[in-house]
């Protein structure tokens, strides 16, 4: 089942693309950004990576971290981040344990072909570890600047 606003997010550690080990318990007291995609350096996904990476200092400003999470192997994540000067880290999640926690591994269409994948999520989580927002249906060459109106939204309340 997806993952809903109210929820606290599923316990995961996963490896960033330096091999670090990146747990959900290391970031209880942090506000941060997951953005699940479906695989490094394809079309769609380095647009919304890319899209984040140009908001990215003002993301940062509203005190967010920001995570991305595909099945990708680490090694990957390191080549997609050296290519295209990504400022956050990408956490590898080759066996889709973490990505099927969160509900987010499934049936979908793509290109009119259903196939079995990411969906293309992202979540907004406390400092508790509560999802506070979730943006699902992604724009992927504008994703950052949708990230930025939820935000605009958590510091207007």
């Known amino acids: 089942m997806k993952i809903k606003i109210g929820q606290k997010?599923?316990?995961?550690?996963?490896?960033?693309?330096?091999e670090t080990?990146?747990?959900s318990e290391s970031l209880l007291g942090k506000k941060y950004i997951l953005f699940f995609y479906p695989k490094d350096d394809?079309?769609?996904?380095?647009?919304?990576?890319?899209?984040?990476?140009?908001?990215?200092?003002?993301?940062?400003?509203e005190g967010f971290e920001v995570f991305g999470i595909s099945p990708d192997k680490a090694a990957k994540h390191r080549k997609f981040?050296?290519?295209?000067?990504?400022?956050?880290?990408?956490?590898?999640?080759?066996?889709?344990?973490?990505?099927?926690q969160f509900g987010l591994w499934g049936p979908k269409k793509?290109?009119?072909?259903?196939?079995?994948?990411?969906?293309?999520?992202?979540?907004?989580?406390?400092?508790?570890?509560?999802?506070?927002?979730?943006?699902d249906k992604v724009k992927t060459k504008d994703h950052g600047d949708q990230i930025l109106e939820v935000l605009k939204g958590f510091i207007e309340v």
């Open 9 to 18: 997010v599923p316990n995961f550690a996963l490896q960033d693309q330096n």
């Open 81 to 100: 981040i050296d290519k295209y000067e990504f400022q956050y880290d990408l956490l590898a999640d080759p066996e889709k344990e973490t990505i099927k």
């Open 21 to 23: 080990i990146i747990t």
């Open 42 to 61: 394809s079309p769609g996904c380095t647009k919304e990576a890319c899209s984040i990476r140009d908001n990215y200092k003002k993301i940062q400003k």
């Open 110 to 135: 793509f290109m009119g072909k259903e196939i079995i994948g990411v969906y293309r999520t992202t979540l907004f989580v406390d400092e508790t570890g509560v999802v506070n927002q979730i943006i």
